[in-house]
């Protein structure tokens, strides 16, 4: 079975500061894909960043990026120049990919952006 | 474009009575479709998924069971609620293959009183 860890109940950081979420995984499988998810205190997921594991380079999207080492089994998001409306928790999920897509997800971080 | 639409957005129901959440997607076809609860300050626990009509698998056993009577409907049902079933309640979809990310509803939030 996959399991994600999430080890960062909370975490706060100075708005316009870079701040990183972990995330670790543990799997046996050899294809799959990782996300991070954002939920705001409207409680709506929205995706923020994807990685496939097949490829080596760091996903990156605006101010997010993502510290992908597959051996490690680690899969940390960077957030930089923190904004305010960055306030949410933040949800790394796994995805194996098999006869059925069957997701994952971690317990979540909280991330508070002080101003 | 595909959506999602998850109802009633916020639920208070008293202990013993049934419950009924539904959820659709519009845009596409032969969806995969989920239904996840959060409780409190706490991650997601996935409660069933569906791979087409009439196809349920549960992960947890619970008080709780779900249907899919059409291909891009998926309910989620209870007879008799239980306090422990109150919690935040997300329908998503993915599609049926390949390598997209889950699209969230946006939520019911359920209060057994």
């Known amino acids: 079975a996959q399991t994600v860890t999430q080890s960062q109940p909370e975490m706060s950081v100075q708005e316009a500061e870079t701040v990183t979420l972990s995330c670790t995984y543990d799997t046996s499988e050899n294809n799959y894909y990782l996300f991070w998810y954002k939920q705001p205190p409207s409680r709506q997921m929205i995706l923020v960043i994807r990685?496939?594991?097949?490829?080596?380079q760091n996903a990156t999207e605006n101010r997010f990026s993502v510290n992908f080492q597959k051996a490690a089994k680690s899969f940390s998001l960077k957030i930089s120049d923190s904004q305010l409306g960055d306030t949410a928790m933040y949800f790394c999920?796994?995805?194996?990919?098999?006869?059925?897509?069957?997701?994952?997800f971690g317990s979540g971080t909280k991330l508070n952006v002080k101003p | 474009s595909q959506t999602i639409h998850q109802w009633p957005a916020t639920l208070v129901q008293p202990v013993g009575s049934p419950l009924s959440l539904e959820c659709t997607v519009e845009g596409t076809s032969n969806p995969n479709l989920y239904w996840y609860r959060q409780a409190a300050g706490r991650g997601l626990q996935l409660l069933f998924y569906s791979v087409g009509i009439g196809q349920i698998s549960s992960e947890v056993p619970q008080n709780l069971s779900a249907s899919r009577p059409q291909d891009r409907q998926f309910i989620l049902s209870s007879k008799k609620l239980l306090l422990s079933d109150s919690g935040f309640y997300l329908c998503?979809?993915?599609?049926?293959?390949?390598?997209?990310?889950?699209?969230f509803g946006n939520g019911t939030r359920l209060t057994v009183t």
């Open positions: 990685q496939e594991a097949y490829k080596q």
């Open positions: 999920a796994f995805m194996r990919v098999y006869n059925f897509n069957k997701f994952y």
């Open positions: 998503a979809w993915s599609p049926l293959r390949g390598s997209s990310p889950l699209h």
